[in-house]
């Protein structure tokens, strides 16, 4: 091994590392080892002029290797990597040794904090002789974009990125875009009409002529990597070839199966087996539930659609389709669903009339809903009086820990429209905390304290039907105590909403390991970086938007899925994208061909080339996770960067003192 | 104090309170004894009725969205107000614990005709009088047996007993 000149450079962040470490005995002690031509201490290493050290000592003292001591690689490897470019050497000669977040912030006293620098500093010193200079890979892009998931995330991330030109496909699970936006009535503070302002958006989709719409369409199988992904995306059998479908709904009209539970209107009202979900649907098809139509599920039936379809779209014999499409970026739009009340018994969900969730209510308020747009109890009555729950399953350790932001702005706009439509009724908000946050949101709660709704602060205990005067006989009692009077209540009320927090869906964990990346402990899509990467993922090239990552109201939602888009754009609007060289690589002379690597490769990356009998790396798609270097039985797959006797000098290094 | 270690976490709703059947009762609902806990007047409130009405439901404990013990906490409280005599003026609850406990001990279930005989006698002297028609009536049910009941492995229930008591010594 020829004589290595190492830099070696220690930050103080501040007092995060200095606090703690006592970084000029570190650098004391770093000048003293072996190949080590200079050591520095400097405040804030990632400043331009700390960059500017690293560069200097490389061209003025013929430095060699270097390593930085300072936070963790995730967070300034690249700034460091590119000064040490920028100086003439290869940015993987430098290295980085964690000592804030692996010491200063997790050791309690500062001599001990002192030494374990030194070894992790030790570590990074005596493999760098071992670094070898690797060179960035570039691969092609491919200009295309899916979304996934057509909810006003979805729509307005394809809009977006269709008006710079760029061909978007847009995925969606149900047979209509338009997501639970299109379920609500009024948007809070607002009060816009939720259809007003969302239907133009879902009706330029549906003719943008740079927007492929994949409705009623799942994705199953994603491969690829950063600019070059491999989607299957099954189009599901419509049995109605929406080519000739003109929307005009007879078939629907015509349909003998009429009991089938409205999903739209939460079962709240019926639709027939071959339905159009609502009046605004993009795009607008009929579709035949092949679950309910009696043809389809084998029984008789006189087809009654087929004769009242002019167009002659309907075909029982349509199959569901695979189709593969190939995209340079992903977003993720997959929504929320909401927290099913039924498991918290106390408030008889399921069990007691009258009792409903909040998407119920947006149905019931709706114009388009089950009731035209009146809030009726069960009996067809106005409510003389309704209690509205708030933190549903939410704030609680038996079901959802964390607060769902959106609960106590929506209870507020159900009791304006409760107060609209039947300015006579008491509203009573049962509540832990008013969390108001949002411009114009504060406001919106002083209107409603002088609109006259009665604010109760306390979560509600329970929900019975047992009266115990003659003024509760015959109505829903909620006991609530009042927190701030310290007065157990019992409130009569004609009808409960139960604002249920927004949970993640039911498959987002399967669909995240499809496309590769993970959930929060709380099950949302987890994003790379809380605060500097909100709607990247883990993986290069996907991105997330809206409830999927958490719960957001709409403002917040339209603008991620802006920023989704721009990072989507920023991505596929290059020719190339570089991806890191720290991948594997497979020594055709020492392979025996036995396959282990091939099926354990979670990348799809090694492919077996049946002529020459080895395993072969498919660089581009690799991700470096080493899985094949940990499993091949002789040793043969190395990773670059990260070879044996790199980790193994690493070892040697934190150990030698 | 173990159960009350989670009380730092009490968002203050009221889940408690509002569930309680006898918080109407109480001097300070569940709510506040946690409240009262973290202000540092936990004197206050166990000088008041609030522990003793506590009937062990654990209502307040199944729907606690903190999963906070409340009930243990109650007991612990109670424990804690015997040990530094803070009990409430004329407070009869306590006696009525410990003669229940002395039942247990010797019979390895309760005999309510000799807990009230012995709860009246020394305590409420008003109570043979207001209870009489109830008394009468599980009597003739057959539910108030004169002479008491015994189970069968006494000995294991004692053995148990001592042994909860040795820990407990133990660790004060």
Not at chain 1, 621 to 630: L, S
Request: net charge neutral.
């Amino acid at each position: 091994m020829a004589e290595e000149k190492i830099g070696v450079y220690i930050c103080h962040c501040g007092t995060n590392i200095a606090g703690k470490v006592d970084v000029e005995e570190v650098t004391r002690w770093a000048a003293e080892q072996p190949n080590v031509a200079v050591a520095r201490e400097y405040k804030y290493m990632c400043s331009d002029p700390g960059q500017d050290l690293i560069k200097q000592d490389i061209q003025e003292h013929g430095i060699t290797r270097a390593v930085v001591a300072a936070c963790s690689p995730t967070m300034h490897e690249p700034t460091f990597r590119k000064a040490a470019g920028d100086g003439g050497l290869n940015p993987y000669l430098l290295q980085m040794a964690n000592i804030r977040e692996h010491c200063s912030w997790v050791t309690i006293d500062g001599d001990a904090a002192t030494e374990k620098a030194k070894r992790i500093l030790g570590a990074q010193i005596h493999r760098l002789p071992l670094n070898l200079p690797l060179e960035p890979i570039e691969v092609p892009v491919n200009p295309n974009v899916m979304v996934v998931g057509g909810g006003i995330a979805g729509i307005e991330a394809a809009l977006k990125l269709a008006a710079t030109g760029k061909k978007v496909y847009l995925v969606e699970r149900d047979p209509s875009i338009g997501g639970h936006m299109a379920m609500f009535d009024k948007t809070f503070p607002t009060l816009d009409c939720a259809a007003c302002i969302l239907t133009p958006k879902m009706s330029a989709a549906g003719k943008e002529p740079n927007i492929e719409m994949l409705a009623y369409s799942e994705v199953t199988q994603v491969d690829g990597y950063v600019g070059n992904f491999k989607v299957k995306v099954t189009k599901k059998a419509r049995y109605v070839d929406i080519d000739k479908c003109t929307g005009c709904a007879l078939c629907t009209e015509a349909c003998v199966v009429r009991k089938v539970p409205n999903e739209f209107d939460q079962g709240l009202s019926k639709r027939a087996a071959a339905y159009i979900p609502f009046p605004q649907a993009v795009p607008l098809k009929a579709t035949l539930d092949p679950t309910r139509c009696l043809t389809l599920t084998g029984k008789k039936c006189k087809q009654p659609c087929v004769a009242a379809c002019g167009p002659a779209a309907i075909d029982f014999d349509q199959k569901d389709e695979e189709i593969e499409l190939e995209v340079g970026a992903i977003i993720m739009a997959t929504g929320f669903q909401l927290w099913d009340p039924t498991p918290e018994t106390r408030y008889s969900y399921g069990k007691l009339d009258n009792v409903i969730s909040s998407l119920e209510f947006e149905r019931i308020s709706n114009a388009s809903g089950p009731t035209g747009g009146h809030i009726v109890c069960k009996n067809g009555e106005p409510p003389k009086s309704v209690a509205i729950l708030h933190c549903v399953g939410s704030r609680d350790e038996n079901y959802q820990e964390f607060c769902s932001r959106v609960c106590c702005m929506y209870s507020l706009k159900f009791a304006h429209l409760i107060k609209e439509h039947l300015p006579e009724t008491e509203v009573y908000e049962c509540y832990i905390d008013m969390r108001t946050y949002g411009k114009g949101y504060e406001e919106f709660y002083k209107r409603l304290m002088d609109e006259g709704v009665h604010f109760i602060r306390g979560r509600a205990a329970e929900v019975s039907d047992v009266g115990l005067t003659p003024n509760e006989e015959g109505h829903l009692v909620v006991k609530v105590e009042d927190t701030l009077l310290g007065v157990t209540r019992r409130l009569p009320v004609d009808m409960v909403v139960l604002s249920s927090g927004l949970a993640p869906r039911a498959d987002a964990k399967s669909t995240a390991q499809i496309f590769g990346f993970g959930c929060s402990a709380n099950g949302f899509y987890l994003e790379r970086h809380p605060k500097l990467e909100p709607v990247s993922t883990v993986t290069d090239g996907i991105f997330i938007a809206g409830c999927c990552q958490y719960p957001k109201d709409i403002p917040d939602t339209v603008a991620q899925a802006g920023a989704a888009a721009a990072g989507a754009l920023a991505l596929v609007d290059n020719a190339t994208v570089k991806v890191e060289p720290t991948i594997s690589y497979i020594d055709p002379e020492k392979c025996s061909g036995c396959h282990i690597c091939v099926g354990l490769c979670p990348h799809a990356a090694i492919q077996y080339n049946e002529e020459k009998g080895v395993a072969e790396v498919i660089e581009a798609a690799c991700k470096g996770c080493g899985v094949c270097v940990a499993a091949c039985g002789s040793g043969v797959p190395q990773q670059r960067g990260y070879l044996d006797e790199q980790i193994f000098a690493e070892i040697e290094g934190a150990l030698a003192l | 104090m173990p159960s009350g270690e989670k009380i730092k976490i009490c968002q203050q709703c009221g889940t408690c309170t509002g569930s309680c059947p006898t918080s109407y009762l109480m001097d300070y609902g569940p709510r506040e004894v946690i409240a009262a806990f973290r202000a540092g007047m936990i004197d206050k409130v166990v000088k008041s009725n609030t522990i003793w009405l506590c009937t062990s439901c654990y209502s307040c404990t199944v729907r606690c969205p903190a999963n906070i013990k409340i009930t243990d906490l109650m007991y612990e409280l109670k424990r804690l107000a015997i040990k530094y005599d803070l009990l409430p003026k004329d407070s009869k609850n306590p006696a009525m614990t410990k003669y229940f406990i002395d039942n247990v001990s010797k019979y390895g279930r309760n005999h309510e005709v000799g807990l009230m005989a012995k709860f009246m006698l020394t305590k409420d002297w008003g109570m043979p009088f207001r209870f009489a028609g109830l008394g009468l009536k599980l009597f003739t049910a057959g539910r108030l047996p004169l002479a008491p009941k015994q189970i069968r492995g006494k000995e294991e229930i004692a053995k148990m007993s001592a042994y909860l008591d040795a820990q407990e010594a133990k660790a004060q």
